[in-house]
């Protein structure tokens, strides 16, 4: 596909990515119920599968672009995990619930039953962030003063 060949998938690409945004935090926020989960943890992934186009198209670097998906596949693995703690320890509670009143249901949990939440949690969230920041740091690492989107 050829730069100008690409200028109005690139407008229904973008409109796309902020529905699909808008669907999974604004429709459908973690810990509603188990419906909207699925829900946020699909329209996610096909959010986060989207920015993969972004690095093949903005030609991002290969250790920016191998940051990404490192941390893209860890951070899902960290996810499950977490989700299966959860059910496991029936550690569900509402999106909308105070951090004290979640860290007053962890301080009920059993020392190894922290221990394993807490440092998935943790983890996750490292994941997540290191994608962050793989993603924006690397975003121009492959444009030159040549490169016109359109």
Known sequence: MKKNEFCPFASFFVYGMIAIGIVAMGFAP????VVQDKIHYLTSFFYMFGHLF?????NI????????????????????????LKDTY??????????????ARIAKLSANQR???TRCMFLEMIFEYAMFLAFITGIDSGLSP???PC
């Not at 973690?30 to 119920?33: C, R, T």
């Open 115 to 117: 221990l394993h939440l």
């Open 30 to 33: 973690v810990g509603q119920s």
């Open 61 to 84: 670097s290969p250790l920016h672009s191998f940051g990404f998906a490192f941390s893209f596949l860890f951070f899902m693995m960290k996810t499950l995990r977490l989700r299966k």
């Open 54 to 58: 972004i690095i093949f198209y903005f």
């Open 146 to 148: 040549s490169f016109r």
């Open 90 to 103: 029936n550690f569900h509670h509402p999106a909308n619930i105070s951090n004290d009143a979640v860290v």
